[in-house]
């Protein structure tokens, strides 16, 4: 498996990023100056995993709001299943589209993993969380979908 040495230490400032939401419109990092935001990113849209992790951040996103953090998901979906995902889940959060993987790569949320026995290069379940002077508060990688966002909440103290 690869080394995945590019991940993300707290401190460090967080990549740059604008990359286009379901709607079509340009979202980036400098969006959310003055507010910390949680940037996870999951393998693909409408599989169980993503479809558990992404309605538990919408389950939760109000709290997360009240507590000063906003959410964005990124995957290399096509902005259409990133649409129809949104649609059938009620995400009401961005979901960005990062087709060619540059910002995942940044990010060191792109890598080798192995599933069904067999090793795939793709996207890693990463959650990021970056403060409102745009650095890293935390960064973990390949966590699981499920209970990570309580897991997070209680590292938050959301």
């Known amino acids: 498996m690869a080394d995945n040495s590019t991940h993300l230490q707290p401190g460090e400032q967080a990549p740059a990023f604008s990359l ?3 709607e079509g419109t340009t979202v980036s990092l400098a969006d959310f100056v003055g507010r910390s935001v949680v940037v996870y ?10 479809t558990t992790e992404a309605c538990d951040f919408r389950d939760n996103l109000s709290s997360l709001a009240a507590a000063g953090y906003d959410v964005v998901g990124v995957s290399s979906d096509p902005l259409e299943d990133l649409q129809a995902f949104a649609a059938d889940e009620a995400l009401t959060f961005p979901l960005l589209s990062d087709p060619g993987h540059d910002t995942a790569k940044a990010y060191g949320a792109y890598g080798d993993k192995e599933f069904g026995g067999k090793v795939h290069t793709g996207t890693l379940r990463s959650t990021i ?11 973990e990688y390949n966590v699981d979908a499920q209970g990570h ?10």
Do not use: H, I, W
């Not at 990113?41 to 993503?50: E, H, L, V």
């Not at 966002?149 to 959301?158: F, H, M, P, Q, S």
């Open 20 to 22: 286009s939401d379901a």
């Open 41 to 50: 990113f999951y393998p693909k849209a409408a599989t169980p995993g993503c």
């Open 129 to 139: 969380v970056v403060n409102p002077d745009g650095t890293v508060k935390s960064a």
């Open 149 to 158: 966002v309580a897991r997070l909440r209680d590292e938050l103290g959301v």
